[in-house]
């Protein structure tokens, strides 16, 4: 990695990063290179994240946590991301942001504690006649004395299998539309609630995703996040607080793919030369240069912009957009960089290649990031 801008980082972060470097190259990328074929998720590594404490990165100091600001964490996530993209999201989760957000003090306390006991939160927003049109959700809650009765389910929740604590939204008045969305913790053990077989995935295999089933699930309503109706906002403030981060993945599959393009295109001799010295693989790899170094810095303006308080959605979705539409280009040109090679999965980059894919889908599709951008333009 070329580390141009290590200038602007602080000996801290520098230090951690050289400690994640070491660990997602050494023991993360090797073990989950052959635990994907089978979609296996390698628990004993990521315990060993855990004790290293990669899943408390948002957690703040005053719960226990390492309490990183979004720069910092964006790194980190790189880094992980570098060893296995799948990997980073089943030891971070969505980290603590939706109880930061929108969860009141005793909330807070609870998910640290489940936290600091090795557990992590998933988001569960997606439905099946319900993705990019989030708002059309159909789960229901209906309140019942204390309680919430809940019925419906959501589809391809990361970490849906392991996830001790889910954020979960459903309607509880149909009439409101999206005011009339509501969020809520969902603990893992609640009864009535019951989760599918992980889907056979094209990438981040390191990883499960599976459908959650809510079927007559009474929660208290102490589970309840925020108000009644706020559940959407607290939804797309969620999203707005990943998305940099998530982008920040997406720079870490780009440049672990140009790290194994250039080092094969040294040592890959054709026609009695290595093939760089053809201009047209050169300007290749410095394609790839110019869109990562662009990627990442987009995804740091982002960060330094949340550390300051201000989240700008236009930015926010420039820096998902850009660096996944990046690591999609980066690991499909570096595939035609390894030749007949590349399309082997007894190299790299095919991997890397299903792996960049998702960002382009998830946590919002580059269409739905195209329509926050042009939008916000057009206003
Ligand atoms: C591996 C994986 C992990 C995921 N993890 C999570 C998770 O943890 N939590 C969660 O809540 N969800 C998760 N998702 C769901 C993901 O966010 C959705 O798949 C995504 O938002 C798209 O929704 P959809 O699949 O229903 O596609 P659709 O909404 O059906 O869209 C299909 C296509 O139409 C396009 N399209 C739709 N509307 C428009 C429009 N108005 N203008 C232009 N184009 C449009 C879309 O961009 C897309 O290309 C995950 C999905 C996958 C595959």
């Not at 969020?183 to 992980?198: I, N, R, S």
């Not at 660096?323 to 007949?340: H, L, N, P, W």
Request: aromatic share 8%; with cysteine.
């Amino acid at each position: 990695m070329i580390n141009d801008y290590d200038f602007m980082l602080t000996q801290d972060q520098l230090d951690l990063r050289n400690l994640v470097q070491d660990f997602a190259q050494n023991v993360v990328k090797p073990v989950c290179r052959v635990a994907e074929r089978d979609a296996i998720v390698p628990e004993e590594q990521v315990k060993q994240a855990m004790d290293m404490g990669l899943h408390l990165m948002t957690l703040p100091e005053e719960y226990g946590g390492l309490g990183l600001d979004h720069l910092t964490n964006a790194i980190i996530r790189e880094e992980l991301s570098k060893g296995d993209a799948g990997f980073a999201s089943r030891v971070t989760g969505f980290g603590f942001a939706p109880v930061q957000i929108a969860g009141n003090e005793w909330q807070k306390q609870w998910v640290a504690d489940l936290f600091l006991n090795g557990g992590i939160m998933a988001f569960g927003l997606t439905e099946s006649t319900a993705g990019s049109n989030a708002a059309a959700m159909t789960t229901t809650a209906r309140r019942d004395g204390d309680d919430y009765i809940i019925n419906g389910g959501k589809t391809f929740i990361t970490n849906g299998d392991c996830a001790d604590v889910i954020t979960i939204f459903a309607v509880t008045d149909k009439d409101k539309g999206s005011k009339g969305i509501t969020a809520f913790l969902l603990p893992k053990d609640t009864p009535g609630f019951t989760v599918g077989e992980h889907e056979d995935k094209m990438g981040i295999r390191c990883v499960h995703t599976n459908s959650l089933f809510f079927d007559d699930m009474r929660l208290s309503a102490k589970y309840r996040l925020g108000e009644e109706g706020e559940g959407f906002k607290i939804a797309m403030k969620i999203l707005d607080d990943s998305r940099p981060c998530t982008a920040a993945s997406a720079v870490g599959i780009a440049q672990a793919a140009l790290d194994e393009a250039l080092a094969y295109s040294k040592v890959r001799e054709v026609f009695g030369k290595p093939i760089c010295e053809n201009q047209a693989i050169a300007f290749m790899l410095a394609d790839m240069e110019i869109q990562i170094q662009a990627a990442r810095r987009l995804v740091w303006g982002n960060c330094l912009a949340a550390d300051a308080g201000v989240i700008n959605k236009r930015l926010v979705a420039i820096a998902k957009c850009f660096a996944s539409d990046t690591a999609m280009k980066v690991t499909t040109d570096a595939v035609q960089i390894f030749g007949g090679n590349g399309y082997s999965k007894e190299y790299p980059v095919e991997k890397l290649m299903r792996d960049a894919k998702i960002y382009q889908i998830f946590e919002g599709t580059n269409q739905i990031q195209r329509t926050i951008i042009s939008r916000d333009l057009l206003r």
